[in-house]
């Protein structure tokens, strides 16, 4: 069940810009679904759009009030709570991407039931998954994968989708991560699956398609992350993908959240990356590399990029900077 | 906390000896902890323990009723209830492995408040767990992968056990399953956790040790099962292993419950184990390779093993056959 748009965002009391990253998120990939934001007093975050209020925001058609916010400490305040409360009276939607739920505040519950409205926790997924059949289903599916986690895969994604969408191709990106389903309006929160059903969830996820439809599958974590391996695999598996993406974020002095371990090789993770994904797609191959450049020296990324393409003979681009055309071309080639 | 011991083992209404395979392996390896089985009119399984009631076991010392059997249907009877209820009036707790939760029905939750007893649904974590630091810590951990799901990862483990404490060596298994934590009264039924946390789940049922103790951690799946390598990859990384052991079964014509997909060769299953394990733990190698026999022609096991011996430089064994004393003394070897 897919969320509604438009949305009115909800940036609360975000006390910087980063605390909103995941509406900025969404203002910035579906910028047409977003009719304005709400900001409480000392809010800190601004996205540019028009401020409105829940009342205006109804009027300018908003079906679904996005949390694109984290809420401080966890908790739900007062505030909050009233003010969700009162956007359920008014017609709209709730949807939230937070840790805690939704539907555990039980005034938040009861006023959804009472006025026929919908609440989507996104980090939570609201179903429950078949074992992965490992079958071949038509249609294509490229797949983001990264050396780290946080190395930019759903923006990679986004960016293919939007390419491949101005030249024409039928290509659907797909979510595995809250904000990238609130980007959507659907998907599945990879991560928060049962174990023994994250691959089955990305067939779910990925149905049967085309066969030349794409659907651009948001990766999670690293085959490489000692956290988060088992998710990146059965994620690999489940999307039996005909391409792959590496992405990765060269400054990086260990991986995220663990001090003691180095970021891998490129050659090595895209070796693994691709014997893991020949089990369930033995066509599977490497498109490209997308670097996220930000922090580097920018005298030093052309060379970099250019070396990376002679090392693996891929094209390698940093889509925030110059985009993925590249890229997209890479897939209609041999 | 642990499932407390002497166990009364409840075999219910069972059609074959089949559906009472988790009694069945609970009394095999650990006859010391079970006074007695309790039978339904009609049931068709049989573990040649002393038959009771439970006022009997009761008296016999028993602590723990324990679920051996699957439930018809998934459905737990009325005279299943009935009985249960009174197991915990008679100050028995109760555990279970199966799908469907006795926590989940109100007169045994009721009944076990009530009366101060627990109810252990094994197949569902009963806590939260962190995420997987990937930080070393002390004490010697083996863990036992497959080609295969069901392969005898759960038998060899515990065949291990068995011989090392019999060697007075010191060793614990840490169960994985179901059926494993009502053997071992604890562990973690690691499918059944949420995916981002499976590392961090085995890094809890594994904890820091004394150097010269061995955990012997129970595997799960295969690398190469399309369904379930998520999990598989987890557990091997969360074990951080310094011993592996590789399981097989040699006459299976695909992977379980995939008839498309092969079983993978023994040297390309050990390789991509080996390169998985080795992310958090360098020193990681093989010990030996364990086969299930039981399918083979008899006049070619011995040849087999033999084979596989000197294909690989590893001991191989049947530990149900001829027990796993080689793969003991290969821990001792550089």
Same mark, same amino acid.
Request: net charge negative; aromatic share 6%; with cysteine.
């Given at each position: ?8 965002? $909800? ?108 609440? $989507? ?164 191959? $490497? ?24 090392? $693996? ?22």
């Amino acid at each position: 069940m897919a969320i509604q748009h438009p949305y009115l965002l $909800f940036l609360g009391d975000a006390p910087d810009q980063l605390a909103a990253k995941t509406a900025q998120g969404i203002a910035h990939w579906r910028p047409e679904w977003c009719v304005g934001q709400l900001r409480l007093d000392g809010c800190k975050a601004n996205l540019g759009l028009t401020d409105m209020t829940l009342e205006e925001g109804r009027a300018a058609g908003a079906k679904t009030l996005v949390i694109g916010v984290a809420n401080r400490g966890g908790v739900f305040s007062e505030a909050w709570i009233s003010l969700l409360e009162r956007a359920l009276l008014l017609g709209y939607d709730l949807a939230a991407g937070l840790h805690n739920r939704l539907i555990d505040v039980p005034v938040l519950k009861a006023a959804a039931a009472q006025h026929g409205r919908q609440l $989507f926790d996104v980090r939570h997924p609201a179903r429950e998954f078949d074992v992965a059949t490992g079958r071949k289903r038509p249609g294509k599916r490229l797949l983001a994968v990264g050396t780290d986690c946080s190395v930019g895969k759903m923006y990679t994604a986004l960016a293919m989708e939007k390419e491949m969408k101005a030249r024409g191709m039928k290509v659907d990106f797909r979510a595995t991560g809250q904000t990238g389903i609130l980007i959507a309006g659907q998907g599945v929160s990879i991560d928060a699956v049962v174990a023994d059903f994250i691959s089955g969830a990305v067939e779910y996820l990925s149905p049967a398609n085309d066969a030349d439809h794409w659907d651009i599958i948001e990766g999670q974590g690293s085959l490489f992350h000692a956290s988060f391996a088992g998710v990146s695999l059965g994620l690999l598996h489940g999307a039996q993908a005909d391409a792959l993406l590496l992405c990765h974020e060269p400054t990086r002095a260990h991986m995220r959240g663990l001090p003691d371990y180095k970021l891998p090789a490129l050659e090595a993770c895209m070796e693994a990356n691709l014997a893991a994904a020949r089990l369930t797609n033995s066509a599977a191959r $490497f498109v490209g590399i997308a670097v996220n450049t930000s922090q580097m020296d920018k005298a030093e990324v052309e060379g970099y990029l250019r070396g990376l393409e002679d090392d $693996f003979g891929l094209p390698a681009v940093d889509p925030f900077a110059s985009g993925v055309a590249p890229l997209v071309d890479r897939l209609g080639q041999p």
